[in-house]
């Protein structure tokens, strides 16, 4: 399905994928010629998809899934299936077809693949609770790159319990990976946490029967610290080996970033 | 690395309440209760259903939608359980809302439900505040309208008296009059109406949320400073070298500059003037006159009236004395004559300046409203078929609260018992029955998944694009 939204943009949607695309009139023509086999490629190989990444590289045919392998590859060491990045890997996808020469961006539901020329800017809202949506933080982006978010309350179940990890990275499939996994790394064990099977909310889920966050409760001072100090090891460890340029974490009116691009607008209001 | 034939969807047979979604090539596979991958579709009781981007209408009793009841129309004295107007859903896709919620749907793409319903409220009343010290009237006096009692006056808060109007009590647990004319204020105030009320004991009112009100036909104007020893504490340096003495004249705390604590710090010499009334600590006495319409929230009119006594000891001849309230309206200036007698002279310019600044430093005085209400009642079942989740829900703020999308605050404890700023809400808000009772907006967001898991009437929930199409609207 493809429409222009009122504002211009085109919107594509395809089973579970929605994509709001910024860009030129040509451009639009080679996103949507390009998304036409899409899904029907991923789908042919979601088997391999779901599966964790371990000891040997997964070679796929499709080069959305090449994508998502090479994103995940890295994190190899804890558990990851090449699905942590296939929202950021369609969004990249894209963005290439469409061979963008000015500002453009692809937002598949929230992982954003952006094109940026010298001397433009992206300005990206933060967030953190959807049942409150305001813009917490902002992220001013001044070169392509690709932001992704990802929390308990987002469509992909988290195994932390962090509102929001923002991740900025060389590409969308990258900062994909990387949020999905810092945010599983904002976690803590309290009454106030109810995890369930991922299996038990979604068949097909490919995190089997791990435990997803489902509700977080309020949660004591010490323990949001202690989660979002947990995450931001693992992201300054990303940070430090090149896999991402930038990391927000949200965690219960507690925010804090890994490097000091972001700034905090709207921090202290309360709800 | 396991291997890719050992993934879940090529092993795991389908079962009896497992359901192949076939809408997209990804075919699903999707549990009774659960959603498919793109959170759009989902297995209910075994069918595949399309959730989608929502609002959706719930028919009242009569199968017809149910907005408020027109006035005078007969009703049926029952508090029928889904009397619910509309039941709105929202999604933070971009489908059919692009801009505002890019931003959200940017971060996280979680559907959300709306249940939009107008709730009837036969337990509600209205907390009204009025900036005011002057006497409305005895804590606990009856407040009337029309003869019959609405309400009460309950306790007084900072620079404001309080009215609590309507309630049960009033609404249906008197006369039918007295429940007809409460539930008759109550509507127009919360409507951002006129009002006039009498106060046994005390003054005739005119209330009005987010005007300034009026008692005994006098606007006030401005709420106080602070008490007098505040206003003593704020100004006494500005007083310095200008005054000998000064009196703010308060009924809650009048306040004496040179006994002061402000004016030892400033080594003024005592000026031997003693105040009525009860000292509370140095300088600052309780109960100088008895509340009224005069200076500073007191019956007084002549300032000189509540000097005790003046020490001949201590005063001296051509000591100048400022007696000012608490808002800066009334003020004036003395000079002790030979005999230690205060005579009015000419305020001198440096001295009116602070009397003026007192008056600028008073906010405007305002009448607020906030409603008061239980949606903790049969109204959960238009949202719900087991409403006890419904308030647990909203007690883990997992489910947002609004009434005609203004923000609420939640009582802690049982129930759901909000309150809501009038002033916040959409005009024309509020509607009632002839229970009698008020009708007004109450909004229940949540996230879909939230919202199956809650028991919520998934059956009912249609497209925002199907509404629009079916069912004339208007935008606030």
């Known amino acids: 399905m493809a429409q222009r939204l009122s504002d211009g943009r085109l919107h594509l949607q395809h089973g579970p994928i929605d994509l709001v695309i910024l860009g030129s009139e040509a451009q639009y023509e080679r996103a949507s010629l390009r998304f036409g086999t899409v899904l029907e490629e991923l789908v042919a190989e979601l088997p391999l998809l779901r599966t964790p990444v371990g000891a040997a590289y997964p070679l796929a045919r499709g080069k959305v899934a090449r994508r998502m392998i090479a994103a995940v590859w890295p994190h190899r060491a804890v558990f990851v299936t090449p699905m942590a990045a296939v929202a950021g890997a369609v969004a990249d996808e894209i963005l290439e077809a469409m061979q963008p020469k000015g500002k453009a961006y692809v937002n598949n539901g929230g992982d954003i693949a952006v094109h940026l020329p010298a001397g433009e800017s992206f300005d990206a809202g933060i967030v953190n609770d959807?049942?409150?949506?305001?813009?917490?933080?902002?992220?001013?982006?001044?070169?392509?790159?690709?932001?992704?978010?990802?929390?308990?309350r987002g469509r992909s179940h988290s195994l932390g319990v962090a509102d929001a990890v923002t991740v900025v990275a060389q590409d969308a499939a990258a900062a994909d990976a990387a949020a999905t996994l810092v945010a599983n790394a904002v976690t803590a064990e309290h009454p106030a946490i109810r995890r369930l099977p991922a299996r038990a909310l979604k068949e097909d889920s490919d995190l089997g029967d791990l435990p997803v966050t489902v509700e977080v409760g309020p949660l004591p001072p010490h323990i949001v610290r202690a989660a979002?100090?947990?995450?931001?090891?693992v992201a300054d460890a990303m940070r430090a080996r090149g896999l991402i340029r930038a990391a927000y974490l949200a965690l219960q009116n507690r925010t804090t970033a890994v490097i000091p691009e972001v700034h905090f607008p709207a921090l202290g209001r309360s709800t | 690395m396991r291997d890719p034939e050992d993934a879940p969807e090529s092993t795991a047979p389908l079962t009896g309440d497992v359901i192949r979604c076939d809408a997209c090539p990804v075919l699903c596979r999707i549990r009774i209760g659960q959603t498919g991958a793109c959170d759009r579709y989902a297995n209910q009781e075994g069918k595949l259903v399309r959730l989608d981007p929502l609002l959706v209408l719930e028919r009242g009793c009569g199968g017809k939608a149910v907005p408020f009841l027109e006035p005078g129309k007969p009703w049926d004295g029952k508090l029928v359980a889904p009397f619910v107007t509309g039941?709105?859903?929202?999604?933070?896709?971009?489908?059919?809302?692009?801009?505002?919620?890019?931003?959200?749907?940017?971060?996280?793409?979680?559907?959300?439900?709306?249940?939009?319903?107008?709730?009837?409220?036969?337990?509600?009343?209205?907390?009204?505040?009025?900036?005011?010290?002057?006497?409305?009237?005895?804590?606990?006096?009856?407040?009337?309208?029309?003869?019959?009692?609405i309400g009460h006056v309950t306790t007084a808060e900072y620079g404001s008296q309080m009215l609590s109007l309507g309630g049960v009590r009033h609404l249906t647990g008197g006369s039918k009059k007295e429940g007809n004319v409460t539930c008759d204020a109550l509507l127009k105030l919360a409507n951002k109406e006129t009002v006039e009320v009498q106060i046994d004991g005390g003054s005739s009112v005119r209330l009005q949320a987010g005007a300034a009100p009026v008692v005994n036909g006098e606007q006030e104007e401005r709420m106080r400073v602070g008490c007098g020893s505040a206003t003593i504490g704020i100004f006494a340096q500005q007083w310095h070298g200008h005054c000998d003495e000064v009196i703010v004249v308060d009924d809650h705390i009048t306040g004496v500059l040179t006994e002061h604590q402000a004016g030892r710090f400033l080594d003024m010499r005592p000026a031997g003037i003693r105040v009525r009334?009860?000292?509370?600590?140095p300088g600052r006495y309780f109960k100088v006159a008895e509340p009224g319409m005069g200076w500073g929230g007191t019956d007084i009119t002549e300032?000189?009236?509540?000097i005790e006594k003046i020490d001949p000891k201590t005063a001296w001849p051509g000591m100048r004395l400022l007696m000012v309230s608490t808002t800066g309206e009334d003020a004036e200036w003395f000079v002790l004559d030979k005999d230690l007698k205060p005579q009015k002279a000419e305020m001198p310019a440096p001295v009116r300046n602070v009397v003026e600044r007192i008056a600028e430093n008073c906010e405007p005085a305002l009448c607020t409203v906030l409603f008061m209400g239980g949606a903790g009642g049969s109204l959960r079942a238009g949202v719900t078929e087991n409403p006890v989740r419904l308030t647990r829900s909203v007690r883990d703020s997992i489910t947002r609260?609004?009434?005609?999308?203004?923000?609420?605050?939640?009582?802690?404890?049982?129930?759901?018992?909000?309150?809501?700023?009038?002033?916040?809400?959409?005009d024309k808000s509020f509607g009632y029955v002839p229970?009698?009772?008020?009708?007004?907006?109450?909004?229940?967001?949540?996230?879909?998944e939230?919202?199956?898991?809650?028991?919520?009437?998934?059956?009912?929930?249609?497209?925002?694009?199907?509404?629009?199409?079916?069912?004339?609207?208007?935008?606030?």
């Open chain 1, 130 to 152: 959807l049942l409150r949506p305001r813009v917490d933080a902002t992220i001013r982006l001044q070169e392509s790159c690709g932001v992704a978010t990802s929390g308990w």
């Open chain 1, 228 to 233: 979002l100090d947990a995450g931001v090891k």
């Open chain 2, 87 to 149: 039941i709105g859903a929202t999604t933070t896709y971009p489908d059919y809302k692009p801009a505002p919620f890019i931003v959200s749907s940017k971060v996280e793409g979680v559907d959300m439900v709306t249940v939009v319903t107008e709730g009837i409220f036969s337990y509600c009343g209205l907390k009204v505040k009025i900036d005011t010290d002057r006497f409305l009237g005895p804590e606990q006096a009856a407040v009337r309208l029309a003869g019959e009692q």
């Open chain 2, 277 to 281: 009334g009860r000292k509370s600590t």
């Open chain 2, 303 to 306: 300032p000189l009236s509540i």
């Open chain 2, 401 to 426: 609260v609004t009434c005609g999308g203004a923000p609420v605050y939640v009582w802690p404890g049982g129930g759901i018992t909000v309150m809501v700023d009038v002033l916040a809400m959409p």
């Open chain 2, 435 to 448: 229970t009698p009772a008020l009708v007004l907006p109450i909004e229940f967001t949540l996230p879909l």
């Open chain 2, 450 to 476: 939230q919202y199956a898991a809650i028991g919520g009437h998934m059956g009912h929930v249609v497209s925002l694009q199907q509404v629009l199409e079916t069912t004339s609207w208007r935008s606030a």
